[in-house]
């Protein structure tokens, strides 16, 4: 009912940047909270940052002051965009948002895409 779509990965030298985009579509009635995750090789996936519908935001500690997430709640769109890039940052990121359908209005659900990787060779 529900697809999350991410892009904008890819190889990017250290201390660059790149801008994630993840799209929701499909019989959506409302998207509370958004996020990125990322997981790196061999590591639990972790937090990158999330954001509410009304904007207020929080981060990993890891991330605070180089990544910053947005969103367009007409576009059903949540960005994450990373500067000063770190070999560390390399990992699979993943867009999670909580998403009540149409036909269910009350009960919010989470909803996963499947992941873009960004590479940043030590």
């Known amino acids: 009912q529900v697809q999350l779509v991410e892009s904008g990965g890819g190889l990017v030298q250290a201390g660059g940047s790149l801008r994630l985009s993840c799209a929701a579509s499909g019989s959506i009635f409302v998207i509370t909270v958004m996020a990125w995750y990322r997981q790196a090789p061999g590591k639990q996936r972790e937090l990158v940052a999330d954001i509410t519908r009304g904007g207020s935001t929080n981060y990993a500690d890891s991330v605070k002051g180089r990544f910053t997430i947005s969103r367009d709640n007409a576009k059903n769109t949540v960005y994450l965009q990373m500067n000063s890039l770190k070999p560390e940052d390399t990992a699979v990121y993943y867009c999670?948002?909580?998403?009540?359908?149409?036909?269910?209005?009350?009960?919010?659900?989470?909803?996963w895409g499947k992941g873009t990787l960004v590479t940043v060779p030590s």
């Open positions: 999670k948002a909580g998403v009540a359908v149409i036909n269910t209005p009350l009960r919010v659900m989470d909803y």
